[in-house]
């Protein structure tokens, strides 16, 4: 029932209850009766939405966008924390301007992992932002082997378990040919 659009991402509770796509059109629709109806989903700020995900209970939602549609790149991360209300509520938790290319949250919503790819020209250089208190606030997260530094900041993606124990992103873009490997950790819950 969404109409027909340049869908770029989708995401549902675990119980499909909640679900939501967005488009570099750009829109966002959510549904909250499984796809039965949709009705556009207001986030605050109109760009090129990219990425989206919902958290396990529908109750937590972050989304991002990205210049891939050559309109502008993303000018932050919104998140809202009453995915299952008839109205959700989005507030910019994050204020960076980049191209957003991944977000995953744990099943509960607390801990919320984002990437940002390496500015398309002459630009910045990409960052892991990760949130563990529900998306209020998001900090760079260093990607080291060894005690060493990561060389890549072209992050392409990133999901995390849901309990936020084990975290893989990954590093390359396919528009550059660039390559680059995945990364994993395990061990405890971001604190």
Known sequence: PAPNNAWRSDSSSNDGSVVVGVGQSPVAYISNNGGQSWREL????TENWYRVKVSGDGNTIAVVANDFGGTGPGT???????????????TKAHDLVGDYSGVDMSSDGGVIAVTVS?????????????S?????????????????????????????????????VAAGRFLTGGEGPIYLTTGARPQ
């Open 118 to 130: 390496n500015a398309n020209a002459g630009g910045s250089t990409g960052q892991v932002l990760l």
């Open 76 to 90: 932050g991360i919104y998140v809202s924390k009453n995915g299952t209300a008839t109205t959700p509520t989005f």
């Open 132 to 168: 563990a208190n529900g998306g209020a606030s998001f900090t760079p997260l260093a990607v080291n082997v060894n005690g060493a530094a990561a060389p890549e900041t072209d992050w392409r993606a990133i999901t995390i378990s849901s309990d936020a124990t084990r975290m893989a």
């Open 42 to 45: 207001d986030i605050g700020a």
